[in-house]
């Protein structure tokens, strides 16, 4: 995730009007007469000046957080190199600006529209501008599936085989990563600490493990068949693209052989 801490020489020669308060503290980065080559100086101003100005310059507001128990008002604008900065107020006058982590906006610096979206930059961004972002850019959701006790919604790319998933808790997303477009569309099967398996890593699993990680892929039980003698236990997966239908025969309670089957063999 990219945090803009660049303080602008433009702010060394603003003489700052702001009252002597005491500022929050935390890992955000306080660039003083916020400019970005506009010029905007906004320590001192009125709200309703500050507002006006940050829209003159291409921003808009986001949403309001707290810091160390002070309210910020937060604006982005993806096009400028301090895509996310807020301000905080006193008596309807601003006491302090400061660059905020992109993902505090929902946005993304370059709007991804440079060289695409960057997983890691979906970290800590609310799971609702994370989605908002991922289908602006061409992503459709695609199944949701679980990896080492976590869910992860899966998302692939419409314009390639490019896949992101993504695991949240409250709300916000707490992990971000990329994968391959088969692990995606439901033919990989994922297995336990990030690793995902073929058919073939279900050979000699024992039967109840085989079901937890088809489980755990979104694979649902179906029915069982018997084909030259042996019984196959079937599961499919609705939200799969490819190879929804995936069995498995056994012997003293481990698999002994697993396979992909037409999907109309799960119904």
């Not at 986001?62 to 002070?70: F, K, L, P, S, T």
């Not at 995606?184 to 058919?199: E, H, M, R, S």
């Not at 073939?200 to 892929?217: E, F, S």
Request: with cysteine; hydrophobic share 30%; proline share 2%.
């Amino acid at each position: 995730m990219k945090t803009i801490c660049t303080v602008l020489s433009l702010a060394a020669a603003l003489t700052l009007t702001a009252p002597a308060v005491a500022q929050p503290q935390g890992d955000y980065c306080h660039p003083g007469g916020f400019g970005g080559g506009y010029g905007l100086q906004l320590e001192g101003e009125r709200v309703d000046s500050a507002k006006a100005q940050l829209s003159s310059a291409g921003y808009r507001a986001a949403r309001n957080i707290r810091v160390d128990g002070r309210q910020y008002d937060l604006w982005s604008n993806m096009r400028n190199r301090n895509a996310c900065v807020g301000f905080t107020s006193y008596k309807g006058t601003v006491t302090d600006v400061r660059s905020f982590p992109d993902a505090d906006c929902g946005v993304l610096s370059d709007g991804g529209w440079r060289h695409g979206i960057d997983a890691r930059d979906l970290n800590g961004m609310r799971v609702d501008d994370a989605k908002r972002n991922l289908r602006d850019h061409g992503y459709d959701n695609v199944r949701n599936v679980r990896v080492g006790g976590k869910q992860w919604d899966m998302w692939l790319s419409t314009r390639g085989r490019d896949c992101i998933g993504f695991t949240s808790y409250k709300g916000t997303i707490t992990a971000a990563q990329s994968f391959r477009g088969f692990e995606c569309d439901g033919n990989g099967i994922p297995g336990t600490g990030g690793a995902w398996l073929g058919t073939r890593d279900l050979q000699g699993l024992r039967v109840d493990d085989a079901k937890r990680r088809l489980a755990d892929a979104g694979f649902r039980s179906a029915r069982n068949i018997r084909i030259g003698g042996q019984q196959w236990d079937l599961w499919y997966d609705a939200n799969g693209r490819e190879n929804r239908c995936v069995g498995f025969t056994s012997y003293n309670g481990r698999v002994t052989d697993a396979d992909h089957f037409n999907a109309q063999d799960c119904n």
